[in-house]
Structures are given as structure tokens and as C-alpha cells.
T-cell receptor, first 112, second 111 residues
Framework: NAGVTQTPKFRVLKTGQSMTLLCAQD?????MYWYRQDPGMGLRLIHY???????AKGEVPDGYNVSRLKKQNFLLGLESAAPSQTSVYFC???????????FGSGTRLTVV | GENVEQHPSTLSVQEGDSAVIKCTYS??????FPWYKQELGKGPQLIID?????GEKKDQRIAVTLNKTAKHFSLHITETQPEDSAVYFC??????????FGRGTSLIVHP
């Protein structure tokens, strides 16, 4: 049981490049989330999904897109990376009912 | 929407002392309050949680208390050890099942 797996763990992008971060969970959780974590700002919600084929905007969605084509996967895309998107990105998931909010180990992204 | 305030942002204690981190929430519909510990370079890990029908929960050296009337909950760590040094996050979750997090407390335990 791997829980929540994020790939890649580290990435350096040049301004304007695009990339996709992958989150995979094997707990059959309905809800999945993408957060960014910056010093002093805590965890800020970018986008989330309450089920396969659904997505919704969180607190800081601009510059990001997401897709949830399969229940176990939640993809975060950056179409044209900017230095302001330098951050640590965390994926999380939880079941519709009950506790069990689980985080991945994070992706450290640097945009130069 | 829900708003969660967490204090202090930094807490420095001597090994063996107790540490208390406090959070307040705004939405009276919130009914689940987890606490997470994040060690350097890792994702947050759930360490203890409490539901709104319980006033206190304890697990070895950590405990959480909840005051629904005042809308605040606290994390208590007794007999702190250097390995307790980490960033701690509180969260509140209601009917939407989407938690709102506090901004985190950096706990430093000096040997």
C-alpha cells in the first residue's frame, strides 16, 4: 500500500516551459487535492477534485490546470511556468466519508 | 468559507518542557479537526485528530482539546523531545469534506 505517490520529486524549469506533475493514490479515495507550500504561507489549495472527471478551483488556481481522468490519478499542469510558481507542491487525498487525509511527499519545483 | 487561525507561528522550548499550539476556526459547521506534523523535506503526516462530539483526545505524549463554544482547539505535547521539532498544522473540516489549514507552527525543541 503506497498511499499517495508524487512524481517527479524535483524539477527545474525555465520560464515559459510547461510540465505536468502526477499524483497517484491507491486507497480508492474520492477526493484529491493539489497544494502549494511557500515559506510563511502554509498550505494553499490550488485545485481539487471530488471524483473522477470532476475538478474545481481552490484558493490560488491561476496559472495551473488539472485533470482527473482516472479515479486514482490527479494531474497538475503548468502551461507556461513563471518564477512565481517556484514552490513545493503537495498532493493529498481523502475518502468522502470519515478521516484519512493523506499527503504525498511533495515535488520541489524551481522556475528560473 | 472556513477561516483557521493558528498561533504561534514559531515556538521554541527546552527538551522536557510542554508545548501548546492553538487554533481558532470560524465555521460552526466544522466537525473534524486533524493535526499534522511536517518534518523537513517531507509531506505532512496526521498525528492526532478529534471530532466535534469529543472534548479531548490523548495519544501518549500528545493531546488535543476542543472548545466548540469558543471555536478553538489546541495541540498539547508533553515531555518534548528533539525529534518533536517540526512544523505542525491544524485543520478544520465541515460538510464539504475539504479541510482548511492553519498557516503552521514551527516547533523547535532544544536539547
Amino acid at each position: 500500500n503506497a498511499g499517495v505517490t508524487q512524481t517527479p520529486k524535483f524539477r527545474v524549469l525555465k520560464t515559459g516551459q510547461s510540465m505536468t506533475l502526477l499524483c497517484a493514490q491507491d486507497m480508492n479515495h474520492e477526493y484529491m487535492y493539489w497544494y502549494r507550500q511557500d515559506p510563511g504561507m502554509g498550505l494553499r489549495l490550488i485545485h481539487y477534485s471530488v471524483g473522477e472527471g470532476t475538478t474545481a478551483k481552490g484558493e490560488v488556481p491561476d496559472g495551473y490546470n488539472v485533470s482527473r481522468l482516472k479515479k486514482q490519478n490527479f494531474l497538475l499542469g503548468l502551461e507556461s511556468a513563471a518564477p512565481s510558481q517556484t514552490s513545493v507542491y503537495f498532493c493529498a487525498s481523502n475518502p468522502r466519508e470519515g478521516p484519512g487525509y493523506t499527503f504525498g511527499s511533495g515535488t520541489r519545483l524551481t522556475v528560473v | 468559507g472556513e477561516n483557521v487561525e493558528q498561533h504561534p507561528s514559531t515556538l521554541s522550548v527546552q527538551e522536557g518542557d510542554s508545548a501548546v499550539i492553538k487554533c481558532t476556526y470560524s465555521d460552526s459547521a466544522s466537525n473534524y479537526f486533524p493535526w499534522y506534523k511536517q518534518e523537513l523535506g517531507k509531506g505532512p503526516q496526521l498525528i492526532i485528530d478529534i471530532r466535534s462530539n469529543v472534548g479531548e483526545k490523548k495519544d501518549q505524549r500528545i493531546a488535543v482539546t476542543l472548545n466548540k463554544t469558543a471555536k478553538h482547539f489546541s495541540l498539547h505535547i508533553t515531555e518534548t523531545q528533539p525529534e518533536d521539532s517540526a512544523v505542525y498544522f491544524c485543520a478544520a473540516r465541515g460538510g464539504s469534506y475539504i479541510p482548511t489549514f492553519g498557516r503552521g507552527t514551527s516547533l523547535i525543541v532544544h536539547p
